[in-house]
């Protein structure tokens, strides 16, 4: 037996749709089976919310007199360095943008307010200082502006992430005799912790490891607001390692797109990781249509049936090598303490279970009360085994 997305969306418009989150579709499929799930289940709700550096915004500012062409000139905001190379007003900034500093004085990983603090200060009604100097020409004639905003005077401000929901990732560990500080988080000398990042049996594309119904086109739940895959994540593939059908380390990720007006600081947080800098916290959600037998049985499995690599973060990941050390379960980083070997390692995670739950629930009951369609992919992801 299968179904469409236009079936499922009907349902859904008549608010008849079967909903689960992807925790509660574990327990469905264990008690009922897979056939069974395939054929009542309509659709499974993910979550994730961590870290993803390669986020940032886009904005136009307001017209000026005289106009100023900040197109090749420079620009700041709260004295932090945007992108204007764009035209005369559009303004990219990456979360992970530090303030300006003297390169002999200070290590730019010692400031702890950047692009993603920027960008949490707008979606919290907070102004902003641009600053911006230009060459000047005669239809712009303004050589340098200063101004404060807030982000209900845009516009158009938007949040586009170039790559976001790394499918799986790796476990990291320190086998050095220092202690390293890494975006994996502080790591102890001797394997004295071990870190990972992921939402596991909730992680968005875990639950259709093959991509057969996430692709360009796809409505997800983006730092609140609703947001699409635009393309797939820059360093996306499908080319991995699999075991139980999953696969071991990153494998694909996405690009995204919402409107930053939407959003919320509920799913949307600067974050600051000691010794290594700035990023953004952001909560992602996919609803996925359970199409067929083998989408149920992927969105059945359980931590224990997912793997990731553990990889040594002071020589193996700089350098390249990232071989793995060992392959751990989800169900056993969970649990607080990863055996390797005979050593007995407490485990800490990036990514917060608790916001994942949270955001598979609220996808959950909005697409039940009919207010959140499936988005029909329009093309597959590279390696995707199909579109549904």
């Known amino acids: 037996m299968t179904k469409s997305i236009y079936e499922i969306n009907e349902k859904i418009r008549r608010k008849k749709a079967v909903v689960?989150?992807?925790?509660?579709?574990?327990?469905y499929v264990r008690e009922h089976g897979v056939k069974n799930a395939a054929r009542?289940?309509?659709?499974?709700?993910?979550?994730?919310?961590?870290?993803?550096?390669?986020?940032?915004?886009?904005?136009?500012?307001?017209?000026?007199?005289?106009?100023?062409?900040?197109?090749g000139g420079e620009v700041t905001l709260n004295r932090v360095p945007a992108y204007a190379a764009y035209a005369a007003r559009d303004v990219f900034l990456g979360a992970t943008a530090l303030p300006r500093y003297e390169k002999n004085r200070i290590r730019p990983i010692n400031f702890k307010y950047g692009g993603a603090g920027v960008i949490e200060d707008l979606i919290r009604g907070k102004s902003v200082l641009l600053e911006a100097t230009a060459y000047g020409t005669d239809c712009y004639p303004a050589t340098s502006l200063r101004k404060s905003f807030k982000l209900s005077d845009l516009t158009d401000a938007v949040l586009f992430n170039p790559r976001n929901c790394y499918q799986n990732y790796n476990a990291a560990v320190n086998r050095s005799d220092k202690t390293i500080y890494t975006y994996m988080g502080i790591l102890k000398p001797k394997m004295g912790n071990i870190s990972?990042?992921?939402?596991?049996?909730?992680?968005?594309?875990?639950?259709?490891?093959?991509?057969?119904?996430?692709?360009?086109?796809?409505?997800?739940?983006?730092?609140?607001?609703?947001?699409?895959i635009v393309w797939h994540g820059t360093q996306h593939t499908t080319a991995v390692k699999k075991k139980n059908g999953f696969p071991v380390g990153g494998a694909a990720n996405i690009a995204l797109i919402c409107d930053l007006k939407k959003t919320s600081?509920?799913?949307?947080?600067?974050?600051?990781?000691?010794?290594?800098?700035?990023?953004?916290?952001?909560?992602?959600?996919?609803?996925?249509?359970?199409?067929?037998?083998?989408?149920?049985?992927?969105?059945?499995?359980?931590?224990?049936?997912i793997f990731a690599p553990v990889?040594?973060?002071s020589q193996d990941y700089p350098y390249g090598k990232e071989k793995a050390i060992a392959l751990v379960s989800y169900k056993e980083l969970r649990s607080g303490i990863v055996k390797l070997g005979k050593k007995e390692i407490p485990s800490f995670s990036w990514s917060s279970l608790k916001k994942a739950r949270e955001i598979a629930a609220i996808l959950k009951k909005k697409i039940r009360a009919g207010s959140f369609l499936l988005g029909d992919p329009t093309a597959a992801l590279p390696g995707a085994g199909r579109v549904g």
């Open 20 to 27: 689960l989150t992807g925790e509660e579709m574990v327990s």
């Open 196 to 228: 990972y990042s992921s939402a596991g049996t909730l992680s968005p594309l875990l639950n259709d490891p093959e991509l057969k119904t996430i692709g360009i086109g796809t409505r997800v739940f983006m730092a609140g607001a609703e947001g699409y």
């Open 265 to 305: 600081p509920d799913f949307l947080r600067a974050a600051y990781l000691t010794g290594y800098g700035v990023s953004l916290a952001v909560g992602v959600g996919i609803p996925i249509p359970v199409l067929d037998e083998s989408i149920a049985r992927a969105a059945g499995k359980d931590d224990d049936e």
């Open 40 to 71: 009542e289940v309509d659709v499974v709700t993910t979550g994730t919310f961590g870290p993803m550096c390669s986020s940032g915004i886009y904005f136009n500012i307001a017209k000026t007199s005289p106009k100023i062409k900040l197109g």
């Open 311 to 313: 990889i040594d973060y």
